[in-house]
Nanobody, 123 residues
Framework: QVQLVESGGGLVQAGGSLRLSCAAS????????MAWFRQAPGKGREFVVG????????YYADSVKGRFTISKDNAKNTVFLQMNSLKVEDTAVYYC????????????????WGQGTQVTVSS
């Protein structure tokens, strides 16, 4: 089992920045892929960015490319999502996820999920 605890959400004005954190614990040695998803009210869970747990290329949704950056502190098993130039349409609950398989863009690629953290961008 892997446990994920997210933090860092909040209210920010459009154009501002936030950094989300996701602390992983448990059997992280078995993890292959990691990702961030988001879910706005009344919408499905949307892929934001994915990457292999061990490093390598990151794959971003077109809607966040150039504005969001995923990173990881290996010593602390913590994944970050740096969000810059935030837009009102970025408002959503953000979830980190990890899994044993491919670092894909489908929620079904990931077995473990955090509880979610709310990000609200005001105009």
């Amino acid at each position: 089992q892997v446990q994920l605890v997210e933090s860092g959400g909040g209210l920010v004005q459009a154009g501002g920045s936030l950094r989300l954190s996701c602390a992983a614990s448990g059997r992280t040695f078995s993890v292959y892929g990691m990702a961030w998803f988001r879910q706005a009210p009344g919408k499905g869970r949307e892929f934001v960015v994915g990457r292999a747990w061990s490093g390598g290329m990151s794959y971003y949704a077109d809607s966040v490319k150039g504005r969001f950056t995923i990173s990881k502190d290996n010593a602390k098993n913590t994944v970050f999502l740096q969000m810059n130039s935030l837009k009102v349409e970025d408002t959503a609950v953000y979830y980190c996820a990890v899994g044993h398989g491919t670092a894909g863009s489908s929620p079904y690629d990931y077995e473990y999920w955090g509880q979610g953290t709310q990000v609200t961008v005001s105009s």
